[in-house]
């Protein structure tokens, strides 16, 4: 593993309706929670290029 490779961990913390609901969307999409968040950030940082 190189330098770049390397994973940080990020904790936040939100109400129980919006954890529900981005479980939801994640679930509806096949798809984890943690990848669900992360495509999302990655979206909207891209718009930022």
Same mark, same amino acid.
């Given at each position: ?6 994973? /940080?961990?990020?904790?936040?913390? /939100? ?21 669900? /968040? ?12």
């Amino acid at each position: 593993m190189t330098e770049n490779d390397k994973t /940080v961990r990020m904790s936040i913390e /939100v109400d129980a309706d919006l954890h529900r609901q981005i479980k939801m969307l994640a679930a509806l999409r096949g798809i984890t929670m943690k990848d669900y /968040v992360i495509r999302l950030l990655e979206a909207d940082m891209k718009k930022l290029k």
